[in-house]
């Protein structure tokens, strides 16, 4: 019998389907209208470390530092009537039974799929559900808009149910402790990923930061930095400020405490652990815990990992993705 191989292609797609978010605001009165973005241009300072060059010529550090900062940004800000920031998107939870979207060695995916579904027969997906639905109910989808509310309210409607959490922000971002709430989404993730019920869940977020206060959609990355003449440039929906699909992706997926035993927080499930915010990679290949070593063991030399690494690795096949050992779909 030959040797098994890393197929050179294999793809998977994601399970977990979300749309980008939309962001609208609300007073006293319980109207609703769109939180538009709009251009600033302001005089600054300069206020960023100087090179040394500069930094150790006094002529040339005094010139450098009166000089002003003229910046042209987007901003997005809660009208002066208005207190709550409500932010709304749809996640679609599909089917999982391990099985690529490709896959060019029949023998390679046979093998696959026996792993996956020996881990499916063992533990099913409840525990990947439970620490999905902590993520929606904690609000951490949120990010900064999180940290500058007084209160948030998570409304998840599934069909004619409907699930409230009144309090999101006594929920915490560091555990995944469930509760009656938490199991319920739990149970409707789980529905869609075992392919039980088509499962279309629509999540929204009200959340108190007072009048006029900014709030913060996705920044659009510019990678041309020549043709921009603005600084900062914030992501709109039409004519509405909203949120990536990919960050709210990134929010949920924030699942992987396995990467270290005293790890301290949770990251997102990516095949190296990278936290771009952070510059840091928690799962190296020279420490044999990242994706690839810990799959290729488990698929190829039948050396199946500790039950979590298993969770992370089920959790990077449902965040969907390209591991073949061409790099290429």
Not at 94 to 115: H, T
Not at 278 to 299: C, E, S
């Amino acid at each position: 019998m030959s040797k098994l191989e890393i197929a050179s292609v294999l793809a998977f797609e994601r399970n977990l389907d979300i749309s980008d978010a939309w962001f609208c605001q609300c007073g006293d009165d319980g109207a609703r209208k769109p939180v538009s973005i709009r251009e600033k241009s302001v005089r600054g300072t300069i206020s960023n470390r100087l090179k040394n060059a500069v930094a150790n010529d006094p002529a040339k550090l005094d010139a450098e530092i009166q000089k002003p900062n003229l910046q042209k940004v987007d901003v997005a800000t809660l009208d002066e009537d208005c207190h709550t920031l409500i932010a709304r998107f749809t996640l679609k939870s599909l089917p999982f039974d391990g099985r690529p979207n490709s896959c060019n060695n029949p023998d390679y995916q046979a093998k696959l799929r026996q792993a996956i579904d020996a881990y499916l027969t063992a533990n099913g997906t409840r525990v990947l559900a439970l620490r999905y639905a902590a993520n929606i109910a904690n609000a951490r989808w949120l990010w900064r808009n999180r940290m500058g509310a007084e209160s948030i309210r998570i409304t998840v409607s599934n069909r004619q149910e409907q699930v409230v959490i009144t309090n999101s922000k006594s929920l915490s971002l560091n555990e995944f402790n469930s509760n009656a709430e938490t199991e319920i989404i739990a149970n409707w993730i789980e529905q869609g990923l075992n392919g039980v019920a088509f499962t279309l869940l629509e999540i929204e977020a009200e959340a108190k930061v007072g009048y006029g206060q900014e709030v913060y959609p996705s920044q659009e990355l510019i990678l041309d930095t020549g043709r921009s003449n603005k600084s900062k440039v914030l992501y709109q929906i039409g004519n509405n400020a909203g949120m990536h699909s990919q960050k709210i992706s990134n929010a949920i997926r924030t699942i992987d405490t396995w990467y270290s035993p005293d790890a301290a927080f949770p990251i997102a499930a990516e095949p190296y652990g990278a936290v771009t915010t952070m510059g840091v990679a928690f799962r190296q290949p020279k420490q044999k815990n990242d994706f690839y070593t810990l799959f290729d063991n488990w698929i190829l030399k039948d050396q199946a990992p500790a039950i979590e690494q298993q969770h992370y690795i089920i959790s990077v096949l449902l965040r969907g993705g390209v591991f073949g050992a061409s790099g290429k779909e």
